[in-house]
């Protein structure tokens, strides 16, 4: 929070109830009669700024639409998410976060995955998109990685769209 936000402490309920109690401390400032003193001009850029930096898109990293694409040409001919993901040349990715490597039963993991004992995560998981080998050696994805950050964080954002 930063200072001007604690200033004014009654800015921490507007927080807490949310986007439609911002529309209406607005509208309040043209009926008539409500509050005869309009808003200074500097309270209303102090909430708007609070309002953008709630937008859940100022926080995404990666662009799930652009990782869509990714996943598409460049993971989907081993893998599947969505609903009716299942095990195919390489095992199916839905919940990936949290997951322990080797976990799903429908598919015949190679033994180094299974005992490596990585938990994929953020950070796992683009290390291994990176260069597989280098988190689980000796595992039988072949695949050469990507280097693309920008291309790993995209990827990551769709993955986090099929929890
Ligand atoms: C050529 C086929 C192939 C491609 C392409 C491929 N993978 Fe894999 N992947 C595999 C195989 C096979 C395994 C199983 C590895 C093992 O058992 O050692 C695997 C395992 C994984 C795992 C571990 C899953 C688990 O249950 O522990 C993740 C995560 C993964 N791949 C993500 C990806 C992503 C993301 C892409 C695209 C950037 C990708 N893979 C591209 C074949 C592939």
């Known amino acids: 929070m930063n200072s001007r936000s604690q200033e004014r402490p009654h800015l921490g ?3 807490r109830w ?6 209406a401390l ?3 400032n043209i009926m008539p009669g409500c509050f005869p ?3 200074p ?3 209303k850029s102090v909430l708007l700024t609070l309002a953008l930096a709630m937008h859940p898109a100022a926080q ?3 662009d799930a639409q652009a990782g869509k694409a990714v996943f598409t040409s460049k993971c989907a001919s081993c893998h599947s998410v969505g609903p009716s993901a299942r095990a195919a040349f390489g095992p199916q990715l839905n919940g990936i976060f949290g ?3 080797g976990a799903t039963t429908d598919y015949k993991y190679s033994p180094e995955i299974k005992k490596s004992g990585v938990v994929w995560s953020e950070k796992t998981l683009s290390a291994f998109i990176a260069s597989p080998g280098k988190v689980v050696p ?3 994805m072949r695949f050469w990685g990507i280097s693309n950050e920008r291309q790993i964080a995209d990827l990551l954002a769709y993955l986090h769209t099929y929890p």
């Open 41 to 43: 001009p500097m309270k």
């Open 18 to 23: 949310g986007g439609a109690r911002l529309y």
């Open 26 to 28: 607005a509208s309040a």
């Open 60 to 62: 995404a990293a990666g």
């Open 138 to 140: 000796g595992t039988k």
């Open 99 to 101: 997951r322990v490597a």
């Open 37 to 39: 003193a309009p808003h």
């Open 13 to 15: 309920s507007v927080l």
